[in-house]
């Protein structure tokens, strides 16, 4: 472990705000590595038992044992293995008050002649279907406790054109439109969902990437910036927001205003 990781990794004293996450249960997925260990390591620090799902079985558990939590390994892209998971977090932990549905992988292709059926099927498998199998598992689950909170992890590619990866920019699109309808949709539930938007984020993501970013001199946010803001996002009362977070900017939810609805402009 390096020494940047040992320093994320060392139990910092909770903010008060955090009190209500004593108690309380996480599942993170993909949180072997990257914004899933640090939201982890973050949640538990808050108070939290944290359940981490992923494929990568020698880092879940790593993060697990480091967190006194457990480990599960989950193909988000598969319903019943999210079931399975809900599942395994209900019977060792007593139940579910959190998801943060945040696996993830690149495209790794376009629409023209570099089209990859495989690669878009595991992209859109990973980056959208994850969520949607996610949040339908998890549901029954957090309507049992009485509510709960969903955050995807989304991204600033669903907020803006991405020229060079429409497909990666078409997964997260669909994950905000998700967050920004499924807030109200779940209100009565009282069970809030909201995305995640961060721009060139530590992750395995943009290791492909990282010469590009250097030569482009665009800093990489921190992991743990990422995990902060999640952390904000669930002892929070908001519902069907996506935040965005850029380097240098303060995390917030994007506005968005003035867009057509059927019968009049809609400030969300």
């Given at each position: ?54 494929l990568d079985a020698r880092g879940g558990r790593e993060v697990a044992d480091m967190i ?20 395994f977090t209900q019977e060792q932990c007593g139940g579910v008050d959190i998801a943060f ?164 402009l809609v400030e969300a």
């Amino acid at each position: 472990m390096s020494a940047a990781e040992s320093r994320a990794a060392a139990p910092r004293e909770a903010h008060p705000d955090n009190a209500a996450l004593r108690g309380k249960v996480a599942i993170v997925t993909g949180g072997a590595s990257g914004l899933g260990r640090a939201t982890a390591l973050t949640l538990a620090q808050a108070g939290a038992q944290v359940v981490v799902a992923d494929l990568d079985a020698r880092g879940g558990r790593e993060v697990a044992d480091m967190i006194g939590g457990h480990f599960r390994a989950c193909d988000v892209s598969d319903l019943d293995a999210n079931r399975a998971l809900v599942d395994f977090t209900q019977e060792q932990c007593g139940g579910v008050d959190i998801a943060f549905l945040n696996a993830g992988v690149a495209t790794g292709c376009g629409v023209g002649d570099d089209f990859d059926l495989a690669r878009y099927r595991r992209a859109m498998g990973a980056n959208l279907d994850g969520v949607v199998f996610g949040t339908h598992a998890v549901l029954p689950a957090l309507r049992a406790r009485g509510g709960g909170a969903i955050v995807a992890t989304a991204s600033l590619a669903g907020l803006a054109a991405v020229p060079l990866d429409p497909l990666y920019a078409a997964n997260k699109h669909a994950v905000v439109g998700l967050a920004r309808s499924l807030g109200p949709a779940l209100a009565p539930d009282k069970v809030r969902f909201n995305a995640v938007c961060p721009g060139f984020a530590e992750s395995r993501i943009i290791d492909p990437l990282r010469d590009l970013l250097a030569e482009q001199q665009l800093e990489v946010i921190p992991a743990q910036v990422v995990a902060d803001t999640v952390l904000r996002m669930v002892t929070g009362d908001g519902t069907g927001e996506c935040w965005f977070i850029q380097a240098g900017r303060e995390p917030e939810p994007f506005r968005f205003r003035n867009v057509p609805g059927p019968g009049k402009l809609v400030e969300a």
